[in-house]
Structure formats: structure tokens, C-alpha cells
């Protein structure tokens, strides 16, 4: 056999190499593409060179006047980076058909000889259109997008006919840009994936990713001279000016801005009404108007133009917004010239006392597949299923109730255009559990949970997308017969059952029981409460818990509330991931207007190995600080949670019944917050948001 | 459809890199085992299964280079960097191991066709255990179907970002069973020696066509059209089933020839008929 030795050696390796290295046989797509690069030779020869791929935009809505596209962007070089954008464009004369994609680089003004081509390795090769030497370009009639001070701005034109339609796979090529720097010298360059739309005789180049209407918002890159091939590592999305939202193009008024939805305006004068609030994370003032839209899809009223000053926060009546005076009923588009963070809250008056109160996040995006994870219907209990269609089309939401052993079809509905469908379901047959959604159109949804007339719980649609094989909740609590947790963990998408390993903890990080499972049946959803969790029964404890289902991902929520009485509630989804900054857009604490007001916050280090500091400050509505910022450090593992006027070293705090809380984390936290009032007649849990 | 089985040491451990490893190892065991009826030695089982890696690393690297006429510096480069691997496409892997065999045998005086009679259907018995490996990666997938047997791929798998939700045609579990049905048919295939080249034509056709159809399947822009009616590893698919076509007719031809002119010829003729058959070119 050693008369073979080098060749087993190298049968050996390769055996033992190769499971290492082999991903996929036909991955070309992470493969062949090397990192994006940037090469500058000392002669001023200069070259960038990026695999790409990808299809033509997802078409959402094709209406007189109005489209939207959703654009999705993948970096095959880091997993899970995801840059996925969708813009609105408004206007007469012109149709999706003729919408297409170009690169908008900036370059130093100075750079000339620009060209430009493709090449699968498949066969197709060609040269890409390539336009210099542009000072601006129009995104509207009344917007351009300019070149920054000595710079220029070049149109690179991929042929369109080499984009496969939306749904057909993609198709890479490597795409290359020469160039000539003169005198020679490290340059710095920007660039912008935009849409051109042709509207009469003018084109329009419209930013899809980032959607950012000037070059200064976006981060710029550096390619040095001699430093042979470097590596080009675009952005995170936290870095990019992202509206977090659709942006919204109009062709004939030339205004742009982004949306929010709020799936929810339910006034009757001294009965319910809406809160609607923002706030402002940025450096730039921000300035939104709210257009209400009754249920049949007419508009019902529109605000005065509403400024949020830079880090500033602000929450208003729906019926004070939109000059309502009358019994209205329908949802609210906020439309804003940055993306802001957002609420709303539902009040519930029966007797002229707030006696019921609970809010959820505003929505950025839109869904085609959705579940509202708590649905509850017996016991006392009724749920108003609100779905929103916010596009120009009409269209029709297929729902299938879920339940604690199954799931069922309950039937299609229609939805009309920017209108909504609200339902108790009461008529399709009473049960407990969660709803899924589905739609060939973009849709939000939101259930409304009551008790009688005492308390109120919001749950907002999960996209079905955002489903997690891991989820947090970072707060579980149980005071035999005055404050119950409950967990609702919905098993859609998967082809069977789901065995879930329920991780309790205690505040501290230590184990309040060992691990325990769960099975939660295909389609059906499971409810979970106190002792169920692993709280001990018969005593009063809290800590935070994890739930895992490897391969199989759920959605859930969780649910606080009064067992006894029904006098409070309120429920939010579980968390999937941490976040190391985020924000909650609504505060409220302390005595106003005669209400006392207490809101306490909950922040968890899910490592059970590393330690993790954290700051939270908490801000009065005009962004000044109200006490003193606090600094923690979590052990792995160790639950802070605390009333905001007990948190260590916050000083004194101002009352206040608006405002905002944020905080930061060297590493991903959980965390949430929870208002109230000191009679309890009321509790509202707040989402973190992240920017 | 199970991309990773686990880790170790932090790197994660690939299941088509493990079927990869598995089918290696199938096929030193399997041409070990054939290598006398192949006329071959440990030697030449070793060296085969070196020229076949090579083929897997490089070839289609360099049918890269070759169609695109790039032969820059950055080309070589990543040539020489054999774990970053390329597209890698059956196409020019087989053809570059057929070809790196033929090269060997002509080298090492091994009849070529006695050689592939024995290791062909050891090749598409490998060939079936690397697709497993495709099934398991979610690679080489088909386009969404009805069917009843259409398959679901897990998120984040490229079967799933191509086709979010869809069921697809599970193309890599297709060539599974058309190259392992085939490699079982023969493997029991017993020719006779007159016959030499049969099963290797038998192999190329049958294999050549179950390629071209099963990849009018897939999904994947690893099928990336070169003309309007066959992705270039159809081509070569194609072009395997006209040479094992054509070989079938000449071992055939050359058949009747032997076969009739031995049994035609004096009764103590027939007795040294494999002997003869060792002078037929």
C-alpha cells in the first residue's frame, strides 16, 4: 500500500475537505461570485467588478395612476442580508411595462473613458450602456437628485432584456465598469440601484435602494491606488437611509415620501377613538400628513401638514388629526418626507372612563401571507378582524381559522380598493387560536380582542415570512389570580407537527424548570398559561423564556392580563431576534390630567455566556431627556426589569404622558415595555422598534 | 433540503460535501473491486479517481475560461484556487474525466472500452449518491409543479428563494433514479466479450437522454439556456447519447462480424473466440 501513498494522500484530503467546502453542486450563484471589487492601477486605470443577479421587480399594484414595485436585493456574501425595497409611483401616462432598472454612480468629476459590460461565463456577454459626465438627474418634475459638490454622476444601463421576469430564476452575470482616474489618486465612489420610468417625453430615475433622494445620505466606499483587487462591502441596511417603508413617487405633483399604515380608525364621538404617534430618530425634522379612508375605500379626511422636529415625538387623537366629527370607521395612511417609528393606540370609553386601552406598532410594510397570532372568541371574549388594502386594486384575503388541534378553511373575502374588511368571524363559527391570511395583494391586518366592555388586547398581522425558529418572550409574570402570561405559538407552513422546547428563566438567568416540550399540531395553534410556562404554581414569580423548534419556524404572541376580573390585557408578538438599538415611540408616567400613569421596561440578555451593557434613556416629547440615562450591565442571561422611576440612577422624572424611551446594547437584547394606570384599569404593552 | 449536518471545530459540515466524500469512496471500493475485469491495477483505480477530482476541480473552470476567451491573470488565479469552487455543471466534469481517462489509457495501453464497460455503471451509481447530495444542498431543483410528489424546500435554500412556497420537481431525486436504475441494469448486464463496448454504449445513450430530460426540469439558472432548446449540459448530455449511439452500432457491426465469422467458421474455431476478441482493436 505505501507504494501508493501520495496518491491516497490526496484521495484523503480531498475526501476530507470536500465537506467543508462543498455546498451545492450547482450554487454558481455563491460560488463564482467572488466578493464585489474595486481595482485602481497605478497608470488611473480603474475597474469595479460585481456579480449580480435578480429578477424584475414583483409588480403589487398595477392601477390607473398608480404603481407599486417590490424590489428584493440579496447579498450572496453575507448570509441573510437582505436589501428589499418597495416604491409607489403615482402619476398619469404611464405603465409598469415600461419601467426599468439602472446603477447610479458617483463618481469624482474629473474621471472619464467609462465603459462597461456583462458576462454570464454561460455564453451571453455584451457591453451595458453607460452615461458620465450628468451633474443631476430628475426623480420628479420638482426633485433631482444631484451630484454632490466635484463630483459626477454616471448611469450605468444593464440591458433589460437580460432581467428575467419576477418568478423566473435569476440570472447572474458579471458586470464590469472601467475607468480612467486623472491624475491619479484614491477615489471615492457612491451608488444607488434606481427605476426609470419615461412619463410623456421625460425619463425619471426614481431610487429604489437605498431610496434616498440625495448622495450625501449615502455611505460612500473607497478604492485606493495600487492596493490591487479590494473587496467592496456594501452597507447594512441600518447604515442606508431606508424609509423603512414604500417610498412614494408622485410623477404629476413631484412630491416624494414614504408611508405608514395604521390599520385601525374606529371613532364614535365619547365612546372609541385612535392614537396615532411617531417619533423622529433622525437628525432632520420630519413632516407628515394622516389620510383617513373610510371602509368602502373614500377618503374621510386629512390632516394639516404635522411637523416631528429631529429626535422629537409626538402622539395625536385620530379624531383631532383627521377633523372628525361624526362616527367613522376605516384606517389611516400617514404619508412623511423621512421614516419615523410609530404607534397606535385603541381607546375604549363605555361609560366616558378610559377603560380599556391597548396599542401595537404602526406598519411600514405590507404582506401577502399574514397571521394574526391571537384570536379569542369564547369565554366572554369577541375579536374584530380589521384587513386593510392599501393598494388602488381591489382585492380578495383568503382566512383560515386555526385552532388547538387543527385548522380550517373559513373562506375568501373582498377587500376593496384602499378600503377594509372588518369582521367579528363570529358568523363562520366561534374558536380560540390565530387566523392566517393570504392574498394575492399586499394587505395589513390587525384583530381588536375584548373582554365585555373592561379590556382591550391588539394584535397585529405577523408577516408569514417573519415566522422564527427561535422566539423570546421577555417577560413572563404570575401573581396567582391578579396577573396571568399566556403564549400562543402557531404551527402554519409546516408539513407536520411541531415539537417546541419550552426554556423558562428565571429574572436572574437560572433555570426556573428544566426544559420541556411542546407539540403544537400542524396548522393549529397552542395556548400556553403560567404554570403551562413553567411558572411555579402557587407563587408569585417572573423571568423570560425562549422557545426552539429547529427546522420548523412559528409565530406567537403573548398575552398579560387579568384572569379574574378581565380588567386589563394586552398582547404582543414574541420576539425572534434582539436588536442592540431601538426605540419605544410612546411613554407615559406619572400623574396627567389626573390619571397616574406607570410604565415599566423589561430588557433580557438572551447569551447565557456573555455579559452585555446596556443604556436606556427616557425622553420627553421634544427629545430632551427626562432624568438621567441609565447604565446597566446584564449578566448572561439576567432580566432588568424595573418602573422607569426605579431604575437606578434615572434621578427625577418629569410626568408625562408623551415621549419616548431608547435604548442601546453593546449586544442584542430583548426587551418591552408596559404602561398602565395605578387602578389598572388599563395596560398596554409597547414593541421595541428598531430604526 | 438539509444542507448542513452539524459542525465541527466551528465549520459548518456540508451534506453534499459528505455525499461527495461518500460517493468517492463507493466508487475506490466498487473499481477495486471490478479493477481486474477492467484489466486494471490498484494503481490505475488510484490514479483514475485523482484524474477524476482534477476533472470535478478544474474543468469547468477552464470551459469557462475557454468560452469566454478569458485567459487574464485574475482567471488563472482563481483557477489555482481549487477550494473556491466554480459552477460546477456535469457537463464539463464528464467530459473532462472521459476525456482524462481516454488520455490514461492510451498512455498506460489499457483498452479504453473494457475499462469503461467495468467502471461506467460505477460512475452512475456515483453519480446518483452526489445527486442525494444535491437534494440534501436544495441545489439542481426543478420547476414548481402540481404533481403530488413535488417538493417543498425548507427557507433559505436556493430551491426556496427561487420558488418561495412552490413545490418543485425534485430533479436531483429524477436523477437518482435514472442513473441508479440504469448503473443496477448494468451492472447485472453480462455481454458477451465479442461485445466489448456494449454496456459503455448502453451507459452513454441511456444516460446521455435521462440527462437531456430530467434537465428540461430544472429550475435552476445553472440550466442557463445557450440556445433556445437545450441548456449547454443538455448538449452534452445530447452528445454522449449520439456517441454511445454510434458506438452501440459499431460494437454491433463489429459483433456480427466476430460472431459470424467464428461461428461460421471450422467447429475448433469457436474455442478461441475471447482470445480473439483480445486482437479486435
Known amino acids: 500500500m505505501m507504494k501508493y501513498a501520495w496518491q491516497v494522500l490526496l484521495l484523503v484530503a480531498f475526501a476530507a475537505i470536500i465537506p467543508f467546502v462543498g455546498t451545492g453542486c450547482s450554487l454558481g450563484v455563491s460560488s463564482k461570485l467572488g466578493e464585489p471589487t474595486a481595482c485602481l492601477k497605478p497608470d488611473g486605470a480603474g475597474t469595479i467588478s460585481v456579480w449580480m443577479g435578480g429578477t424584475r421587480p414583483d409588480v403589487e399594484e398595477e392601477a390607473a395612476n398608480a404603481v407599486t414595485l417590490a424590489y428584493s436585493f440579496q447579498d450572496y456574501h453575507h448570509e441573510g442580508v437582505m436589501y428589499d425595497s418597495r416604491i409607489r409611483i403615482l402619476g398619469s401616462d404611464f405603465s409598469a411595462s415600461a419601467i426599468r432598472g439602472v446603477g447610479i454612480l458617483q463618481f469624482p468629476a474629473d474621471i472619464t473613458d467609462f465603459s462597461a459590460s456583462y458576462d454570464d461565463y454561460q455564453g451571453q456577454a455584451g457591453s451595458i450602456t453607460v452615461l458620465a459626465g450628468l451633474p443631476s438627474v430628475p426623480i420628479t418634475p420638482t426633485v433631482t437628485l444631484n451630484a454632490e459638490a466635484g463630483q459626477q454622476l454616471v448611469i450605468v444601463r444593464v440591458p433589460w432584456e437580460l432581467v428575467p421576469e419576477f418568478g423566473q430564476p435569476e440570472q447572474w452575470f458579471l458586470n464590469t465598469l472601467n475607468f480612467q482616474v486623472n491624475p491619479t489618486r484614491d477615489i471615492q465612489i457612491k451608488a444607488i440601484m434606481a427605476a426609470v420610468v419615461k412619463k410623456g417625453g421625460d425619463y425619471y430615475y426614481l431610487p429604489v435602494c437605498p431610496a434616498a433622494t440625495s448622495f450625501a445620505e449615502i455611505p460612500a466606499f473607497d478604492i485606493r491606488v495600487g492596493a490591487g483587487e479590494q473587496e467592496i462591502q456594501f452597507p447594512p441596511v441600518a447604515d442606508l437611509p431606508h424609509p423603512g417603508g414604500p417610498q412614494v413617487y408622485n410623477l404629476d405633483t413631484g412630491d416624494v415620501y414614504t408611508v405608514r399604515y395604521f390599520p385601525r380608525l374606529n371613532y364614535t364621538p365619547g365612546a372609541h377613538t385612535e392614537g396615532f404617534g411617531f417619533v423622529n430618530t433622525q437628525a432632520e425634522p420630519v413632516a407628515a400628513t394622516f389620510h383617513g379612508y373610510a371602509n368602502d375605500g373614500q377618503a374621510v379626511g386629512e390632516s394639516a401638514v404635522m411637523n416631528w422636529p429631529a429626535q422629537g415625538q409626538g402622539a395625536y387623537q385620530s379624531d383631532w388629526l383627521l377633523g372628525l366629527s361624526q362616527a367613522t370607521e376605516g384606517w389611516t395612511e400617514a404619508r412623511m418626507t423621512r421614516g419615523m417609528l410609530g404607534f397606535f393606540l385603541t381607546q375604549w370609553f363605555p361609560w366616558g372612563f378610559l377603560e380599556g386601552l391597548d396599542g401595537a406598532n404602526v406598519f411600514a410594510e405590507t404582506m401577502r401571507i399574514g397571521v394574526i397570532p391571537r384570536i379569542q372568541m369564547q369565554n366572554g371574549y369577541s375579536t374584530e378582524v380589521r384587513i386593510v388594502n392599501p393598494s388602488a386594486d381591489g382585492m380578495t384575503v383568503a382566512l383560515q381559522r386555526s385552532y388547538a388541534t387543527s385548522g380550517s378553511y373559513i373562506g375568501s373575502f373582498p377587500v376593496p380598493a384602499r378600503g377594509a374588511l372588518v369582521t367579528d368571524l363570529t358568523a363562520y363559527g366561534s374558536f380560540d387560536g390565530a387566523l392566517y391570511l393570504e392574498s394575492g395583494h399586499p394587505f395589513i391586518a390587525t384583530a381588536t380582542i375584548r373582554h365585555g366592555n373592561d379590556c382591550v388586547a391588539t394584535a397585529n398581522a405577523v408577516a408569514f415570512g417573519d415566522r422564527a425558529e427561535t422566539l423570546f418572550a421577555s417577560h413572563i409574570v404570575l401573581w396567582p389570580g391578579i396577573y396571568s402570561t399566556s403564549i400562543n405559538l402557531y404551527n402554519g407552513g409546516n408539513s407536520s407537527d411541531v415539537t417546541a422546547e419550552i426554556r423558562p428563566y428565571y429574572a436572574n438567568g437560572t433555570p426556573m424548570a428544566a426544559p420541556f416540550n411542546v407539540t403544537v399540531p400542524r396548522s393549529a395553534t397552542v395556548t400556553l398559561t403560567d404554570t403551562q410556562l413553567g411558572l411555579p404554581d402557587g407563587a408569585s414569580s417572573e423571568g423570560w423564556l425562549e422557545i426552539r423548534s429547529p427546522g420548523k419556524p412559528l409565530a406567537g404572541c403573548i398575552t398579560f392580563g387579568d384572569p379574574a376580573r378581565h380588567l386589563y390585557e394586552s398582547t404582543l408578538p414574541l420576539q425572534a431576534a434582539g436588536s442592540k438599538n431601538f426605540y419605544y415611540a410612546q411613554v407615559a408616567n406619572g400623574d396627567v390630567g389626573g390619571v397616574v400613569y406607570s410604565t415599566g421596561i423589561s430588557v433580557v440578555n438572551p447569551s447565557t455566556t456573555t455579559p452585555v451593557n446596556i443604556s436606556i434613556s427616557v425622553h420627553k416629547s421634544d427629545g430632551t431627556l427626562n432624568g438621567n440615562v441609565v447604565n446597566r450591565t446584564l449578566a448572561p442571561g439576567e432580566k432588568y426589569v424595573r418602573q422607569l422611576s426605579t431604575m437606578e440612577g434615572i434621578g427625577t422624572l418629569e410626568n408625562q404622558a408623551s415621549g419616548y424611551i431608547h435604548v442601546t446594547a453593546e449586544a442584542p437584547v430583548l426587551s418591552f415595555v408596559l404602561f398602565f394606570d395605578q387602578q389598572f384599569n388599563f395596560m398596554s404593552a409597547v414593541q421595541a422598534q428598531s430604526k | ?281
Open chain 2, 1 to 281: 433540503m438539509w444542507p448542513t449536518l452539524g459542525t465541527i471545530g466551528g465549520h459548518s459540515v456540508y451534506a453534499y460535501g459528505v455525499m461527495i466524500s461518500l460517493a468517492l469512496g463507493l466508487w475506490l471500493v466498487l473499481a477495486v473491486l471490478f479493477r481486474e475485469r477492467a484489466g486494471l491495477t490498484t494503481g490505475d483505480v488510484l490514479n483514475c479517481a485523482l484524474l477524476g477530482i482534477a476533472a470535478y476541480l478544474f474543468a469547468p473552470k477552464l470551459w469557462a475560461m475557454a468560452k469566454t476567451g478569458s485567459f487574464g491573470v485574475a482567471a488563472w488565479l482563481d483557477l489555482a484556487r481549487p477550494w473556491q469552487q466554480g459552477a460546477t455543471g456535469t457537463g464539463p466534469v464528464v467530459s473532462a474525466a472521459a476525456l482524462a481517462w481516454l488520455g490514461y489509457c492510451l498512455i498506460r495501453r489499457i483498452p479504453f472500452l473494457p475499462l469503461m464497460d467495468t467502471q461506467l455503471p460505477v460512475v452512475l451509481l456515483v453519480m446518483a449518491v452526489q445527486r442525494i447530495g444535491c437534494f440534501l444542498a436544495g441545489c439542481c431543483y426543478g420547476v414548481p409543479t402540481a404533481l403530488p410528489w413535488g417538493v417543498c424546500f425548507p427557507p433559505g435554500l436556493p430551491a426556496e428563494l427561487a420558488y418561495p412556497g412552490s413545490a418543485v420537481h425534485p430533479t436531483q431525486l429524477y436523477y437518482v433514479l435514472t442513473f441508479g436504475s440504469l448503473a443496477g441494469l448494468l451492472l447485472l448486464a453480462r455481454p458477451r466479450p465479442a461485445r466489448a463496448g456494449a454496456v459503455t454504449a448502453a451507459g452513454w445513450l441511456g444516460a446521455g437522454l435521462a440527462y437531456a430530460f430530467v434537465t428540461t426540469l430544472r429550475g435552476d439558472h445553472g440550466a442557463a439556456p445557450l440556445s433556445p432548446w437545450a441548456t449547454t449540459t443538455q448538449l452534452v448530455a445530447l452528445a454522449f447519447a449520439a456517441a454511445g449511439l454510434a458506438l452501440a452500432l459499431a460494437v454491433w457491426r463489429r459483433a456480427r462480424f466476430l460472431e459470424s465469422e467464428f461461428l461460421s467458421g471450422p467447429a475448433d474455431a469457436a474455442q478461441p473466440v475471447a482470445q480473439s476478441n483480445r486482437r479486435i482493436p
